[in-house]
């Protein structure tokens, strides 16, 4: 991690975060979440601090997701157990993307290249989320043995339609103006406007008032945004929404009959399909237990919900295996426990969906007040 702070001629500062991991596309360990979260507490309580940026070093990731070896190497030592290395990974991950969301001050994503998995959850509860013309973002956990997690149960189940669960079985690989569609970003601007926008931050008027920092934030993106988002066309979330409805209702052994059947010789549909049908049949089930919670759950709930289920995953179900399969060995052929999805027992789709904890002894009881 890169921490600065850059001055303006209000006199107040700007904290820039820097995710500075380029060779591994800026993926997130332990150790850059937890600098993370101290730092943000302390500019949280710096009156010099306006607002803060976050971003990621390079040209071609903002954060391509989680750095899970460590979880997996304790995952195969101990299998079916609970480790310490995955609740602590996945406790302080959750932690940090919920102060993030709940955050005071403007809080600035650079969404720029890929935004993958653990990525997104940084972005997404930021209050305002920049994307550009290289973005590309997606939920890839299904080909892993997880699914998406780091708020998804929240987010995903607020998007238009079946958009969300096609999300989460797909992996769909989203552009920009599929993201502005589903509410994942909020900003458009060309990468080549970054740079300009800087050097607007550092002239405008900040003060201690953070409802006035935030509108100032939006107005100078609005403003910097303008001309690329002239002739900004749909893009295919929003074109085939429909079409997307009627794919993903219905029970999930109807769903997965139904993508079975479908002609996919020259379609938009070839690539996440094919994801789909040959991601975990367990993480499948439990994508779609995910997206049938709702919208009832409080967001510190939801993170509640996913800790168990993240570390469920890791001791019982697919996680290790697709670990070593993509990121491990390399192989990118993983034997999952199952062969199909009707295959996986529902006894153990609900023993995962069960938390290790009873909320009074939950390692994220007190989430509503962050702390370190």
């Known amino acids: 991690m890169v921490f600065q702070t850059l001055g303006t001629s209000s006199g107040k500062q700007i904290g820039v975060m820097t995710l500075n991991m380029e060779q591994a596309l800026n993926a997130i360990n332990l150790e850059m979440v937890q600098s993370m979260l101290a730092q943000l507490m302390r500019w949280q309580d710096d009156d010099a601090i306006a607002m803060v940026m976050l971003d990621g070093a390079g040209e071609k990731a903002f954060c391509a997701g989680g750095d899970v070896r ?20 996945f406790e302080q991950e959750y932690r940090l993307d ?5 955050y005071a001050k403007p809080i600035l994503v650079w969404g720029a290249g890929i935004v993958m998995g653990g990525g997104l959850g940084l972005m997404m509860g930021a209050s305002h989320r920049v994307v550009t013309e290289g973005s590309r973002i997606a939920m890839p ?25 096609f999300l989460g079985l797909t992996a769909y690989n989203m552009n920009a103006a599929d993201a502005k569609f589903v509410g994942i970003a909020n900003h458009y601007i060309l990468d080549d406007d970054k740079q300009p926008l800087l050097d ?8 201690d008032d953070t409802e006035v920092n935030h509108n100032l934030l939006t107005h100078e993106l609005n403003r910097t945004g303008a001309d690329a988002s002239v002739g ?12 997307i409805d009627v794919l993903m209702s219905g029970s999930l052994n109807e769903i997965m009959a139904r993508v079975e059947e479908l002609n996919l010789n020259d379609s938009w549909l ?35 919900f996913e800790l168990g289920l993240s570390v469920n995953c890791c001791a019982l179900g697919d996680f290790s295996e697709g670990v070593r399969a993509l990121l491990i060995d390399k192989d990118r052929n993983p034997q999952w426990k199952f062969n199909r999805v009707a295959d996986v027992p529902v006894s153990l789709i ?20 962050p702390v370190l």
Not at 98 to 102: K, P
Not at 232 to 243: A, Q
Not at 354 to 361: G, N, R, Y
Request: aromatic share 8%.
């Open 98 to 102: 919920h102060l993030i969301d709940t």
């Open 200 to 207: 607007s931050l550092a002239c405008l008027n900040w003060g």
């Open 270 to 304: 070839k690539r996440p399909i094919e994801t789909m049908l040959s991601g975990s049949p367990i993480s499948l089930q439990l994508i779609y237990r995910q997206a049938h919670l709702g919208i009832d759950l409080s967001l510190a709930e939801v993170f509640r």
């Open 141 to 165: 956990e299904v080909t892993i043995g997880l699914y998406p997690d780091v708020g998804g149960s929240y987010f995903l189940n607020r998007m238009p339609g079946k958009v969300g669960l």
């Open 232 to 243: 900004f066309s749909k893009g295919r979330l929003e074109t085939y929404k429909n079409d």
């Open 70 to 89: 460590a979880i997996y190497h304790a995952s195969v030592a101990t299998p079916g157990e609970l480790t310490q290395q995955a609740t602590e990974f």
């Open 350 to 369: 609900e023993q995962m969906l069960s938390s290790p904890w009873s909320l009074a002894s939950h390692p994220l009881a007190q989430l509503e007040e």
